[in-house]
């Protein structure tokens, strides 16, 4: 009896012993995948605390380690913590790409140091990759992941620009220029120069692109001949057209073997969106790299139907078709706008022309759209007018691998009410709900006093 007591307390003890090796190796293994595995959930409005899309995707165009250094004081008297900040906003981009490193330094304790790097403000971000450096000033997911864009471009790609015409202005504030358009494409590693062919020999060699922005008028022949020159040695080209008169560049359509219809497209469902008809609502998108994966609506307005011709010189494709329903007017557009099957064109019209071909080995590249509108200053902000135009430029620049969609801009979270909501708000818990309160008391004194 003593020796099967002995024995079952013995095995009694190595099971407690066993129990207590497993209960710490589940512990540890525990901790360890804590450790090693971060998971979170974004419950905000829009999912501020988590990337977009976009912005995971340009991080991971970057093959090599980012290093970021920031110049940070412990404390600052407008925002406080600025390192503990900084720290959890790139803790975002270390979560897709780990190895992005920070470095802090105190501008204040290292003068030296911060004076060599070129540092401005205090909490200034230097961001090096590949040997080159960005400097970044705000803290923001759109900055951010537009400096990723330029770190991942090869080099700052020229983009020449059509002047002496009337044409939009790449760097204008008007309604009718392009110049929240060229801001974009100057954070993404793009720069841009006037082009007056009038001055000028020819569109220069070293540039990526040319764009015609929607000529007010006549080009000369000599300059459409330039312009061709240009087309015949394989030069890239955005065409952005309206649909007035073509200003003498008909040439150009011919030698692109493309048909500029007259007249302007109508689209009926842009009326029940309470739009003009005239705004021509991008919504099916033809198989190319510029339209992989975008689903967002664009908007054209005043669009004009871009046809290409069958032919065994380019490859074209039709990136945008619109009004579905709708149809390109060539009358006078009134109030009583309507289909007239003898003169106008049945919908779905086809607003924008991707056109290749291979000269000299290379790949040329051409975009003809309908609408030098969408990117205006006016409309640019309409839907995914935006994206859909840097998408354009990265595939001119041979950089369809930079194609993405901009980081999503931050939902307005405030709550705004009337005079007479606040009024009633005031009332219902200064005085109502009081009231109610002090009458239920008296109730129940009363209700209790009577038992």
Request: proline fraction near 3%.
């Amino acid at each position: 009896m003593i020796n099967i007591d002995k024995k079952f307390r013995r095995h009694l003890l190595l099971h407690n012993i066993l129990f207590v090796i497993l209960l710490l190796v589940m512990v540890g293994l525990l901790g360890y995948l804590a450790l090693a595995t971060r998971l979170q959930w974004d419950v905000t409005q829009n999912s501020r605390n988590s990337l977009s899309q976009g912005s995971i995707a340009a991080l991971q165009k970057l093959a090599g380690p980012v290093d970021v250094t920031v110049y940070a004081t412990d404390r600052d008297v407008q925002f406080g913590d600025v390192r503990n900040i900084i720290s959890n906003f790139i803790a975002l981009y270390q979560n897709i790409k780990p190895d992005v490193t920070v470095t802090f330094i105190d501008p204040i304790e290292q003068p030296k140091l911060a004076q060599q790097a070129g540092v401005r403000v205090n909490g200034e971000m230097v961001v090096t990759y590949n040997g080159r450096r960005e400097h970044l000033t705000v803290i923001n997911e759109q900055a951010m992941t537009n400096l990723f864009m330029r770190l991942a471009r090869d080099e700052e790609k020229l983009i020449m620009v059509l002047s002496g015409h009337g044409e939009r202005n790449i760097n204008g504030n008007a309604n009718y220029d392009l110049g929240e358009f060229g801001k974009q494409l100057l954070s993404n590693g793009f720069k841009s120069r006037a082009l007056n062919l009038v001055i000028e020999q020819g569109v220069p060699i070293d540039a990526s692109m040319l764009i015609i922005a929607s000529p007010q008028k006549d080009l000369l022949p000599g300059e459409v001949e330039k312009l061709l020159a240009y087309i015949d040695r394989g030069g890239n080209l955005l065409w952005l057209v309206d649909h007035e008169s073509l200003r003498g560049l008909l040439p150009l359509a011919e030698r692109l073997q493309l048909t500029l219809t007259p007249g302007v497209v109508v689209d009926p469902q842009s009326k029940e969106l309470k739009a003009p008809v005239t705004f021509a609502l991008g919504v099916s998108y033809g198989q190319h790299a510029i339209t992989n994966n975008f689903d967002y609506m664009t908007v054209f307005p005043f669009a004009r139907q871009i046809a290409i011709n069958e032919n065994e010189e380019w490859y074209g494709v039709s990136l945008v078709d619109v009004a579905q329903q709708g149809w390109v007017e060539t009358g006078d557009l009134d109030d009583d706008v309507s289909f007239d099957q003898m003169y106008d064109v049945a919908g779905p019209v086809s607003v924008a022309a991707a056109l290749s071909r291979s000269v000299r080995d290379s790949e040329q590249r051409v975009l003809v759209i309908g609408s030098g509108h969408f990117l205006a200053n006016t409309y640019l902000g309409n839907g995914g007018n935006l994206d859909f135009g840097v998408n354009l430029i990265n595939w001119l620049a041979g950089d369809e691998q930079l194609i993405t969609i901009q980081p999503r801009a931050s939902l307005d979270s405030r709550l705004v009410l009337s005079e007479s909501m606040l009024t009633m708000i005031v009332v219902s818990f200064l005085i109502v709900l009081p009231l109610f309160l002090l009458a239920s008391g008296i109730f129940i004194w009363w209700y209790r006093r009577r038992k």
